[in-house]
């Protein structure tokens, strides 16, 4: 059975502090793995890292993926209270487009 | 597009009623995928469907819940007799065939049941 899971399960920081957030896996047939950050509503897609790709930048955001130590991490540079949210993990493996989601990091970010 | 829709927004009902749970998925997407969300068990996938037909409802809790999508452009999700334990938030998520796997999520129905 696939596996995913996040840790820490909640961090609390201030403004400008950096973060990092992780995420270990355990899947047959690996394909994909995603970030997503998660407010009030709907998950929202952050990055994709694939076996082409396993290192994804975009702003104060980026990720990193070890294929062989079946691990990814999230880091937010500088953050700000706009990053406070669930960031969730998900795994593309074994059939169709399913993803195994990995319980979530609970992030909050003081000012 | 207008992105995946869901409805009811939020759900309200009494423990031995009906709910039925709708979602329309982007236009062109081929896969259609149920989630449910508690704070107890994180995002949990109930059933996906592909071309319409259901691949996988192994994670759907019992026979009290039934999932269909009559075509392409919209699918239920049913539960009868709903329970207290069955509060939730209910997401829809679709995806094309894609190797990469994005999904992209529904805003949700959440449910309370009385």
């Known amino acids: 059975e696939d596996k995913v899971v996040q840790s820490p399960l909640s961090l609390v920081v201030h403004e400008g502090d950096t973060v990092t957030l992780n995420c270990s896996y355990e899947?047959?047939?690996?394909?994909?793995l995603l970030w997503y950050k998660q407010e009030k509503k709907a998950p929202t897609f952050l990055f994709m890292l694939?076996?082409?790709?396993i290192e994804k930048k975009s702003g104060r955001l980026s990720s990193i993926l070890d294929k062989k130590e079946l691990f990814s991490i999230l880091n937010i540079t500088a953050t700000q209270t706009g990053d406070s949210a669930i960031y969730l993990c998900a795994v593309g493996g074994r059939e169709g487009n399913m993803l195994t989601f990995g319980g979530g990091t609970r992030l909050m970010v003081k000012p | 597009d207008a992105g995946v829709i869901q409805s009811p927004r939020h759900e309200v009902t009494e423990m031995g009623q009906e709910v039925t749970l709708r979602c329309k998925p982007i236009?062109?997407?081929?896969?259609l995928f149920w989630y449910r969300q508690t704070m107890m068990r994180g995002l949990e996938l109930l059933i996906y469907f592909n071309n319409n037909v259901p691949i996988d409802d192994s994670g759907m809790p019992e026979d009290r819940f039934s999932a269909k999508m009559p075509n392409a452009s919209f699918s239920t999700l049913k539960i009868q007799p709903s329970e207290p334990r069955d509060s939730a938030v209910y997401f829809c998520?679709?995806?094309?065939?894609?190797?990469?796997?994005?999904?992209?999520f529904g805003p949700g129905t959440r449910l309370t049941v009385l």
């Open positions: 694939t076996s082409s790709g």
């Open positions: 899947v047959t047939n690996f394909r994909s």
């Open positions: 236009s062109g997407h081929d896969y």
């Open positions: 998520a679709s995806s094309l065939w894609d190797y990469n796997n994005e999904q992209f």
